[in-house]
């Protein structure tokens, strides 16, 4: 009786069991290791972090965004991304704004950004324990109401992207997305 297992059917059962098995792998679908945030959360639902909005100019309509890191002990390196820090905040939809006299909310234009992986140095922000990070963020759109004068109730709202609990961040697969969460906060133009 002739031998069924020579070398060439060895080799083609082999690599058939791999297809199918990279088959299978690759239709699974793959388990997220994040949980995503309750939309009804409020506030900045990080412990020891807390976003602020002043207005500090009429002409042009500028608010001062700070985001202070209030954790006696802990520090935090933060994504930018999607959070009112965002150099693209306007542009994202971060930012509600609603007439305080007739409660309409302002139409925006809003842009879908793709962003490359990981995210560049300057996309994150490093903040030591008791230390905060302001920025300017002046409503000068074409989208912008003419009517003056007038006033306008601005939310900002969004999803953090990442927060690590560490003060220099070299980002890897491994520590990607270690804290998300719902962001929240109210202010006035």
Same mark, same amino acid.
């Given at each position: 009786m002739a031998n069924i297992w020579t070398t060439r059917t060895v080799l083609? @059962?082999?690599?058939?069991i791999s297809l199918l098995g990279a088959f299978y792998v690759y239709q699974s679908p793959t388990p997220l290791n994040f949980s995503m945030?309750?939309? @009804?959360?409020?506030s900045a639902s990080i412990p020891g972090l807390e976003f602020t909005l002043?207005?500090?100019?009429?002409?042009?309509?500028t608010l001062l965004i700070t985001l202070k890191n209030t954790s006696p002990d802990t520090p935090y390196t933060v994504l930018k991304w999607n959070t009112p820090l965002d150099s693209s905040a306007l542009n994202s939809g971060v930012f509600t704004i609603t007439d305080v006299e007739s409660g309409e909310e302002v139409k925006q234009t809003i842009l879908q950004i793709n962003r490359k992986m990981p995210p560049p140095q300057e996309s994150l922000v490093t903040l030591a324990p008791g230390t905060e990070e302001e920025a300017e963020i002046i409503f000068d759109k074409?989208?912008?109401?003419?009517?003056?004068?007038?006033?306008?109730?601005?939310r900002a709202q969004g999803v953090w992207k990442g927060v690590w609990e560490s003060m220099e961040m070299k980002l890897q697969r491994k520590n990607c997305m270690i804290m998300l969460g719902v962001l929240s906060v109210d202010g006035g133009l």
């Amino acid at each position: 009786m002739a031998n069924i297992w020579t070398t060439r059917t060895v080799l083609l @059962t082999g690599l058939v069991i791999s297809l199918l098995g990279a088959f299978y792998v690759y239709q699974s679908p793959t388990p997220l290791n994040f949980s995503m945030p309750h939309p @009804t959360s409020s506030s900045a639902s990080i412990p020891g972090l807390e976003f602020t909005l002043n207005q500090i100019s009429r002409s042009p309509p500028t608010l001062l965004i700070t985001l202070k890191n209030t954790s006696p002990d802990t520090p935090y390196t933060v994504l930018k991304w999607n959070t009112p820090l965002d150099s693209s905040a306007l542009n994202s939809g971060v930012f509600t704004i609603t007439d305080v006299e007739s409660g309409e909310e302002v139409k925006q234009t809003i842009l879908q950004i793709n962003r490359k992986m990981p995210p560049p140095q300057e996309s994150l922000v490093t903040l030591a324990p008791g230390t905060e990070e302001e920025a300017e963020i002046i409503f000068d759109k074409q989208w912008m109401p003419e009517r003056k004068p007038a006033k306008y109730k601005v939310r900002a709202q969004g999803v953090w992207k990442g927060v690590w609990e560490s003060m220099e961040m070299k980002l890897q697969r491994k520590n990607c997305m270690i804290m998300l969460g719902v962001l929240s906060v109210d202010g006035g133009l």
